[in-house]
């Protein structure tokens, strides 16, 4: 059996209806064998227009439901997803390439941020607010906001759409998800699971939840509809522009998740054995196809040399191969496009000066196969601004901290970083207002790997969104400042007179 055979064998056994296999549409195909198998069927114009019709209907009855009832049904999808672990998360690495665990995590995340969600429907705190007028109450009160449109991306192809969806259910928005064209498969399972909790849940409105199979014309027909008020987009930061614009041509609100180019400043004293395990998982986990993957490596000139023997040392032995098999730590890219980005951008770096100290090229099996890279660079050259989504670390040195800091800094992008140093002055600096400009900053903990409990997402051309945990909900809610008069005069604002 193929992977790409195996994969249906899933979606049957999980339950997703026959009818959407087609000849023609999107192929299925697995990155593990570099099968195909098969299409799935797309969404035609009047699908999107329908979908948003849909959606806005369920709106408006969702939004009339107690917010801790309209939890019952994310612990509902909690439960089914705990039940349907094990096939999704195969389902993940057969159609993504992720390792076992790693696909296991990915549907671990989905459950973290239901339990989240279940609490948090019971915590849409607003505020009491202090009016100047006698007799006046006045609040802050959080209301939901519509429908949401979920774009996501093929290397977390389910667990973004849970961050977002969990959260959307609890607020009373409806939503409507385009998965990546690369990923449909998972999105099909996860709706069969979305499917079972509906039914336990019994009377939630039709089209409160449902996925737009198709291209970036799905997207485009999202973005620019009026009647989707938030579309939260996670992928490339060219297409995030693309979304931003057009979002923000209609007023709409965009929660952006986009491009990182993630740092480690490693320090003199820094505990090495750590910095190592956490340099391999989050550079060559997921084959490098994290957002909050590792690529720029900077480390103190005075150490450089032990650090990287001892990298190279790692990357020699990693386990390379079919993502299924137990002890692989690095499993494929997602597609050929992937790999020839991955030896473009090898080549690139050595034209600007770098020298590949291990790695690269293909692993002779079928699928796209590569062998994670370590690139020595003189300079932040424009291959190293720029996020190639493939397992090429970037080193670089330097010699005193606030330079350190300073390159960590310089790139377009800004989601992750961390520094390993057993220095708290280093430490704190790092985390300090001149420190690190990225949405999430580490100590002694790689880039990548975030728990759903924190707020995350990352400045500059990462997006500025913040999805998951802290108050990421209040983007799906519709902030309402209310005042109530209980006197019998009518007081104004500011001493206002005006009797009539
Ligand atoms: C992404 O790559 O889009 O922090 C999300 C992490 C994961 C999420 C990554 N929890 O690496």
């Known amino acids: 059996m193929t992977a790409a055979d195996d994969a249906r064998a899933i979606l049957s056994r999980l339950g997703v209806p026959a009818g959407v296999f087609t000849p023609t549409g999107l192929p299925i195909r697995s990155p593990v064998d570099g099968s195909t198998g098969g299409a799935v069927r797309t969404a035609k114009p009047d699908d999107v227009d329908r979908a948003i019709a849909g959606a806005t209907m369920a709106f408006d009855a969702w939004r009339r439901v107690p917010a801790p009832r309209r939890g019952e049904l994310v612990r509902l999808l909690g439960v089914e997803l705990r039940a349907a672990k094990a096939d999704l998360a195969a389902l993940v690495t057969l159609e993504a390439g992720k390792i076992a665990s790693e696909g296991l995590g990915e549907v671990q995340e989905m459950i973290d941020i239901c339990d989240f969600a279940v609490g948090l429907s019971r915590q849409l705190y607003g505020l009491t607010l202090p009016s100047e007028r006698p007799g006046h109450h006045m609040r802050e009160t959080w209301q939901p906001l519509g429908p949401v449109a979920v774009i996501s991306a093929f290397n977390f192809p389910v667990a973004v759409w849970a961050w977002n969806a969990a959260l959307a259910l609890v607020c009373g928005d409806p939503v409507i998800w385009k998965p990546s064209e690369k990923t449909p498969l998972t999105a099909l399972a996860t709706h069969a699971v979305v499917e079972r909790a509906l039914a336990r849940f019994g009377d939630a409105p039709d089209g409160l939840l449902q996925v737009v199979i198709g291209g970036r014309e799905v997207g485009e027909a999202l973005a620019a509809d009026p009647r989707v008020p938030l579309v939260s987009a996670t992928g490339s930061t060219r297409m995030g522009r693309a979304v931003a614009q057009s979002v923000a041509a209609r007023l709409g609100r965009s929660l952006l998740e986009l491009g990182g180019n993630n740092a480690m400043i490693v320090t003199p004293s820094a505990d090495l054995d750590m910095a190592v395990g956490a340099i391999a998982f989050s550079a060559v986990g997921t084959c490098g196809q994290r957002c909050t993957t590792l690529r720029r490596l900077l480390v103190h000139e005075d150490i450089a040399e032990t650090l990287i023997a001892r990298l190279a040392e790692a990357y020699d032995s990693l386990p390379i191969g079919d993502p299924r098999d137990d ?6 890219l997602i597609d050929d496009a992937a790999t020839h980005a991955f030896d473009a951008a090898l080549a690139r ?9 291990t790695g690269g090229g293909r692993v ?6 590569v062998r994670p890279a370590i690139v020595r660079m003189s300079a932040q050259s424009p291959v190293v601004m720029h996020e190639t989504f493939a397992p090429i670390l970037y080193v670089l040195t330097w010699r005193d901290f606030n330079e350190a800091v300073e390159l960590q ?5 800004g989601l992750s970083s961390c520094v390993f140093t057993d220095s708290v002055r280093e430490a704190e600096q790092f985390l300090s207002a001149w420190g690190s400009d990225c949405g999430i900053a580490n100590v002694n903990i790689g880039p990548s790997g975030a728990e759903i409990g924190g707020a ?19 983007a799906y809610m519709r902030r309402q400042t209310q005042t109530v008069n209980f006197s019998s005069a009518l007081p104004l604002a500011q001493g206002v007179r005006f009797e009539v």
Do not use: H, M
Request: zero cysteines; hydrophobic letters at 30%; glycine letters at 24%.
């Open 327 to 332: 002890g692989v730590l690095v499993g494929p």
């Open 349 to 357: 770096a050595v034209e600007e000066g770098g020298t590949i100290v």
């Open 364 to 369: 002779e099996r079928a699928g796209a196969y």
């Open 409 to 413: 800094n310089a790139v377009p992008q």
């Open 456 to 474: 995350f997402g990352g400045e500059k051309d990462t997006g500025g969104g913040r999805e998951s945990g802290s108050d990421a909900w209040k």
